[in-house]
């Protein structure tokens, strides 16, 4: 079987399709009694692509163990947590459960790219999945912001940025919608980048989903997005990107404006200036971390349990490391750290082996930097809790440990792909982890 008909095979396999369909669906949700709270429409496509999925677990190759290590530790944390909890289970364990389901994706979109490069044709489907999710999403958004700019309410709007308000979706606050779209971005970058010819309609996606974010207003992923976009210039002397990307903002702010209006625009960013308690204390945050770590230190080393914190304190830290240390205790927060550090050291690696290739490192420069601008934001928020967010998050990380263990391009043998269901050609793979 040529590597051809095996990248279709597994495109076309059950659990791919329900995956994809699911990273589709996930902006949209309902609501349910059944479990008193919000559930994405995408959920019910990840359980039944996750009952075919785990079927290939066994076949992930071994060659991703450095990072499944510290993703499985990372996951039993999480899981572990809910020991630690009180007697309201039933919130908790939905957000454990899109962590378990977010695993399941990362082992299989693993396990359908493992004899193939991050430039393949099944990485450029789970990549576009991405990106498309985060367009679909971004378009759902804007237009309830549309919605309320004709209405003339956009201004009550700005005040009611939190979930359930006027600016958020049913899912999900402002901030954490930012947050979530922060994967498909650089996503629909790489798209952009890696794989061969573009068009104008691969555009699409990060001009739609860079204005949605422009839309939520959120300062967080604004500022970590302006310090990412800053270090790819220096890293790779991007400075064309630099052009490109200062003209779509351009385009993407004009029009915004031209819609809203030049004074009604105006207004409402002062009116956003003046919500919360201003960006000296990082909008009333820095208080919040004072408050919480008493708790972290009379409750350590045991963890209160994953969303544990709202019940405890009314509120959540805003801060991934002091979530993680109150909620899934220090070697919780660990895990995470050594994931995302292992992540993090991957990409450095493969970009010094492409750059010792003359190979460009634009891919891995992005991928680089769109880890930085994730781990900051979540920083000041916690949009971890959100099922959109775990999803994106374990998808993303799948993309990005495929890449940095692969050959850059022209590097290596032709070779096949192993199909679904364990069966390898037995051919020498086209893309070998490099050593």
């Known amino acids: 079987m040529n590597a051809m008909s095996s990248s279709q095979q597994w495109l076309r396999a ?37 009952l075919l999925a785990v079927l290939e677990v066994p076949y992930v190759s071994g060659k991703y163990a450095k990072y499944l290590l510290p993703a499985l530790v990372y996951l039993a944390s999480i899981v572990s947590s809910m020991w630690f909890l009180s007697d309201n289970l039933l919130a908790p364990a939905v957000r454990v459960g899109a962590q378990v389901l977010g695993f399941i994706l990362y082992l299989y979109i693993l396990r359908t790219l493992q004899s193939e490069g991050s430039e393949g044709r099944v990485a450029r489907a789970w990549t576009d999945g991405l990106a498309l999710s985060g367009c679909i999403l971004s378009l759902h958004y804007l237009g309830n912001i549309a919605v309320l700019v004709t209405e003339g309410r956009i201004g009550e709007a700005i005040y009611q940025r939190y979930v359930g308000g006027l600016m958020s979706l049913t899912w999900g606050a402002s901030n954490t919608i930012a947050s979530a779209l922060l994967m498909p971005l650089v996503a629909s970058l790489v798209a952009l980048t890696s794989f061969g010819k573009r068009t104008w309609l691969m555009w699409l996606p990060p001009v739609v989903i860079m204005a949605c974010i422009l839309a939520t207003m959120s300062r967080g992923a604004l500022a970590a997005l302006t310090v990412a976009a800053a270090m790819y210039i220096v890293m790779g002397r991007h400075f064309k990107a630099l052009l490109v990307g200062a003209a779509w903002l351009a385009v993407i702010c004009g029009a915004m404006i031209w819609f809203i209006g030049a004074e009604d625009a105006w207004k409402y960013l002062e009116l956003r200036q003046g919500v919360g308690n201003g960006v000296g204390d990082f909008n009333g945050r820095m208080d919040i971390w004072t408050d919480v770590w008493p708790l972290i ?64 490192s634009a891919t891995s420069d992005l991928f680089f930097c769109g880890m930085i601008a994730i781990l900051l934001h979540l920083m000041v928020e916690d949009a971890q809790y959100a099922q959109v967010h775990a999803m994106f998050y374990w998808a993303f990380m799948a993309l990005v440990t ?28 086209a893309w070998q982890p490099s050593t």
């Open 402 to 429: 495929h890449h940095s263990i692969c050959r850059p391009r022209g590097v290596g043998a032709t070779a096949s792909m192993p199909k679904p269901g364990g069966f390898s050609a037995g051919k020498k793979a």
């Open 14 to 50: 059950p659990a791919t399709r329900l995956f994809l369909l699911g990273l589709l669906a996930m902006t949209f949700s309902f609501d349910t009694e059944l479990i008193g709270g919000i559930v994405s429409v995408g959920i019910p496509f990840f359980l039944a692509g996750g």
């Open 297 to 360: 230190q009379s409750e350590s080393p045991a963890p209160i349990g994953f969303y544990g914190s709202l019940e405890r304190l009314g509120h959540s830290p805003h801060n991934l490391i002091l979530v993680y240390l109150l909620e899934i205790g220090v070697w919780g927060l660990a895990a995470f750290i050594w994931l995302n550090g292992a992540a993090i050291m991957g990409i450095l690696g493969q970009r010094a082996r492409r750059k010792a290739r003359g190979v460009k």
